[in-house]
């Protein structure tokens, strides 16, 4: 098979969908790859690293597309590229479509076979394409949130940690999975009192056994949330729902009680994030201000640790690329955790959610395939 990746258009998006590593790997087990000039350098991977593991390099996503029976790629299809799609194509990507009624559409119109990497799950319930990216968001939220604390800017001046006779910064992190986990273990390392707040008892126990009683642990409700939040300096939104939307457990009177100066880091913002006052942002303008508190909620945080990210991401999709690969759609029918991945196939659209969501026919993978 011929499997192709191309450079991401997502403003700010520097990490690709194949390590050149990855390319020699499909090399090796008999398949091309195809890489788009220029696709990796952002990453930290040139053009030279890839045609020396053995890829061909095409001029233009087009070209690569137009060769490919397989697109690997880190982000979704933006408006200009959905004129790439094709039938009988598989796209293998973070989708999204809950939140992309536009690109739903046009995966049906096309007839193209995608997979969403954030949908492959595990007979545990596990998401192992979702799982590294979620540590990287993790820990670069403690570093954030450390950094918007500090001046200049409109951050409180407070250092995370304290020091001898001054109190250190009090964060609250709600969700108690990968993200919230990665971002206690940095902040409380940095000196930071932490609160992980959760529904899950169990995770609560077991995330502070890990991070050996360096937090405290709450069962989340509302009051709890607004006992924990009046005068906290740093929020960390952690929470993942399985159907694309994030709940909003944080009403604008919570953030307004954090008080001038705090910080919120939204990692779950592109499900619209748990705060009433969140609302995505970018890297290249990362942060607002909203009742006094600064918001960041830039959705493709990892984009900027592009290297570690591609390289994690490649460690994780690698082996769901070479079952494609190896046996296109039939990999479907062999691999649970990969058809819980399959988006639209065939023309027909066999994500439950996501067809609720944009009152759309469902149809179970097992009559399509």
Not at 18 to 41: C, F, K, M, N, S
Not at 111 to 131: F, Q
Not at 297 to 325: D, F, H, Q
């Amino acid at each position: 098979m011929r499997v192709g990746t191309i450079m991401e258009t997502k403003p700010q998006e520097y990490r690709v969908g194949l390590t050149p590593t990855g390319a020699r790997a499909l090399l090796e087990a008999g398949h091309e790859a195809l890489i788009e000039r220029g696709a990796g350098i952002r990453a930290g991977f040139p053009d030279d690293a890839y045609a020396d593991a053995g890829a061909r390099l095409c001029d233009t996503p087009k070209d690569v597309v137009a060769r490919a029976d397989l697109l690997v790629k880190v982000k979704e299809l933006l408006p200009p590229e959905l004129a790439l799609l094709r039938p009988g194509f598989i796209l293998f990507a973070y989708l999204h479509l809950p939140n992309d009624a536009a690109g739903t559409k046009a995966l049906l119109d096309s007839r193209t076979n995608a997979i969403a990497y954030e949908n492959v799950r595990l007979p545990d319930g596990s998401l192992p394409l979702l799982i590294p990216m979620s540590r990287v968001a993790g820990r670069m939220a403690g570093d954030i949130a450390a950094q918007y604390l500090k001046k200049p800017g409109p951050g409180r001046g407070k250092l995370l940690g304290g020091i001898q006779g001054v109190a250190p910064a009090r964060a609250v992190v709600v969700g108690s999975g990968h993200v919230g986990a990665e971002a206690a273990d940095v902040l409380s390392a940095l000196g930071a009192q932490v609160t992980v707040t959760a529904r899950d008892p169990g995770k609560l126990a077991a995330l502070e056994a890990s991070l050996e009683g360096r937090i405290a642990t709450r069962i989340i409700n509302p009051d709890v949330l607004r006992e924990l939040l009046a005068g906290a300096d740093i929020l960390i939104g952690a929470v993942w729902s399985p159907d694309g939307f994030a709940p909003k457990l944080v009403s604008r009177d919570m953030v307004r009680s954090m008080g001038e100066g705090a910080v919120i880091v939204e990692v779950g913002i592109d499900q619209g994030g748990v705060c009433e006052t969140s609302h995505p942002t970018t890297h290249a303008e990362p942060t607002y201000v909203d009742e006094g508190v600064i918001h960041y909620c830039v959705p493709n945080m990892p984009g900027a640790v592009p290297r570690t990210s591609t390289e994690a991401l490649t460690n994780a999709t690698l082996p769901y690329i070479l079952k494609l690969a190896n046996k296109g759609l039939a990999s479907l029918r062999d691999d649970p955790a990969l058809a819980a991945g399959a988006c639209t196939i065939n023309g027909h659209l066999t994500n439950e959610s996501v067809a609720n969501t944009h009152g759309l026919p469902y149809t179970p993978l097992s009559e399509v395939l």
